[in-house]
């Protein structure tokens, strides 16, 4: 059966990674994706290093299952084909700075005209409001902004670079999902298109879920180890024997109080729920010692049996093997051209009547030019 959104048709105008992660996620879902990209404007994912077949992997994840129509915004003749084509479309989502797509002669305004019924999403660093909407910024910038990096790390440190970026993925593309499916459903129920404005500084802010509550309702300034999760409790990561590291969880008393028993502490179950800080950093310096006595599979075997909340930090390639993950087939075969597969992270909801899949890797630019403009 068909994923959820074969009835949805979008037009892709985004590069990097918010708008395409974004329209990867809606294309697995069944949406038919046509990505719009400017021939002498290479996007960074498609050369980005590693390859594999001599295709960068990013691009082969990032823009699997989607069409693509090389097109120069700037020539003559370009924004007619792009007012033909939204006639037909239900989504536009671009990635531009504001007012870019106005200057192109295909701005919001200019193709609801054309067409009322169509959703408009732009995502961008700031939004298409305020002082800060024209300013260039990246991931890092975002988070900064956006009071996440200020209690993220640890205090002597300061704030880490993140592995994964969270205000292009978690911000810029999840809620761009979350808008403009929300917006389908108005459609649905009034006939009304709509702009869909996402700015990846504000979604990285709304992230702020617990700190935020605790900072702007009941005055408690957040900094690196200074609460209960990020890193001012024994809720942390401690390194092994072996230079690996465990992850403790055990907030609940059931799982503080049979962490403790396992790790032979039972004398300091009582300070897993003690809001003295004192207590909280004498059973971390316990739980370090403890956990430094053993190598991450000896602890592993330990915790297996035990519903604890401790569990291993994995590297990527270890947590593809993982049986949790490969029951949720997590990672899977995505064909390419010449009829081999490509190893990709799998679609994450799993829905009772509909099946999400991956149709291809990313295409060649302009591979669908001729039955497109045809």
Same mark, same amino acid.
């Given at each position: 059966?068909?994923?959820p959104?074969?009835?949805?048709k979008?037009?892709?105008?985004?590069?990097?990674?918010?708008?395409?992660?974004?329209?990867?996620?809606l294309a697995?879902m069944?949406?038919?994706?046509l990505r719009?990209?400017?021939?002498?404007?290479?996007?960074l994912?498609?050369?980005m290093p590693?390859?594999? =077949?001599?295709?960068?992997?990013?691009?082969g994840f990032l823009?699997r299952g989607?069409?693509?129509? =090389?097109?120069d915004?700037?020539?003559?003749g370009?924004?007619?084909?792009?007012?033909?084509?939204?006639?037909?479309?239900?989504?536009?989502?671009?990635?531009?700075?504001?007012?870019?797509m106005?200057?192109?002669?295909i701005?919001?305004?200019?193709?609801k005209?054309?067409?009322?019924?169509?959703?408009y999403?732009?995502?961008?660093?700031y939004?298409?409001?305020g002082?800060y909407?024209?300013?260039?910024?990246?991931?890092?910038?975002?988070l900064?902004l956006?009071g996440?990096?200020?209690?993220?790390?640890?205090?002597?440190?300061g704030?880490?670079?993140?592995?994964?970026q969270?205000?292009?993925?978690?911000?810029?593309?999840?809620h761009?999902?979350?808008g403009l499916?929300a917006?389908v459903?108005?459609r649905?129920?009034?006939?009304?298109g709509?702009?869909v404005d996402?700015?990846?500084t504000?979604?990285?802010?709304?992230?702020?879920?617990?700190?935020?509550?605790?900072?702007?309702?009941?005055g408690?300034?957040?900094?690196?180890?200074?609460?209960?999760?990020?890193?001012g409790?024994?809720y942390d990561?401690y390194?092994?024997a072996?230079g690996?590291?465990?992850?403790?969880?055990s907030?609940e008393?059931?799982?503080?109080?049979?962490?403790c028993?396992?790790?032979?502490l039972d004398?300091?179950?009582?300070?897993?729920?003690s809001?003295?800080?004192?207590?909280?950093q004498k059973?971390?310096?316990a739980?370090?010692?403890r956990?430094?006595e053993?190598t991450?599979?000896?602890?592993q075997?330990?915790f297996?049996?035990?519903?604890?909340?401790?569990?291993?930090?994995?590297t990527?390639s270890?947590?593809?093997e993982?049986?949790q993950l490969?029951a949720?087939?997590?990672?899977?075969?995505v064909?390419?051209?010449?009829?081999?597969?490509?190893?990709?992270?799998?679609f994450?909801?799993?829905?009772?009547?509909t099946t999400c899949?991956? =149709?291809?890797?990313?295409?060649?630019l302009?591979?669908?030019?001729d039955?497109i403009l045809?």
């Open positions: 059966m068909a994923g959104l074969t009835s949805l979008i037009l892709d105008f985004s590069t990097l990674l918010p708008g395409p992660y974004a329209t990867m996620l697995d069944g949406a038919d994706v719009v990209e400017a021939p002498d404007r290479m996007d994912t498609r050369v590693p390859h594999d =077949g001599g295709v960068s992997t990013a691009h823009n989607k069409r693509s129509l =090389g097109l915004l700037k020539k003559e370009s924004t007619e084909i792009i007012k033909n084509l939204v006639k037909e479309y239900d989504v536009v989502i671009e990635q531009f700075r504001p007012g870019v106005d200057r192109l002669g701005g919001y305004e200019t193709l005209a054309i067409n009322p019924g169509l959703i999403c732009a995502i961008t660093g939004g298409q409001t002082p909407r024209d300013r260039a910024g990246h991931d890092i910038n975002y900064a956006a996440v990096s200020s209690h993220c790390g640890r205090a002597e440190s704030p880490p670079p993140m592995g994964i969270i205000a292009d993925v978690a911000g810029g593309s999840h761009a999902v979350m499916l917006a459903i108005h649905q129920q009034t006939g009304e709509q702009f996402v700015s990846m504000d979604a990285a802010f709304a992230l702020n879920a617990m700190s935020g509550a605790a900072c702007l309702a009941g408690q300034e957040q900094k690196p180890e200074s609460s209960l999760l990020n890193g409790s024994f990561y390194q092994t072996d690996r590291w465990l992850s403790v969880g907030l008393p059931q799982f503080s109080t049979r962490l028993a396992t790790l032979g004398e300091l179950k009582s300070y897993a729920l809001q003295n800080p004192e207590h909280q059973l971390k310096a739980l370090k010692a956990i430094a053993k991450l599979a000896e602890w075997a330990v297996a049996e035990q519903d604890a909340c401790v569990e291993p930090v994995l990527i270890e947590a593809a993982h049986p490969k949720r087939n997590m990672v899977i075969g064909p390419r051209d010449d009829g081999t597969e490509q190893r990709q992270i799998g994450p909801i799993k829905f009772s009547k899949a991956a =149709g291809h890797v990313g295409k060649k302009g591979a669908d030019n039955d045809l």
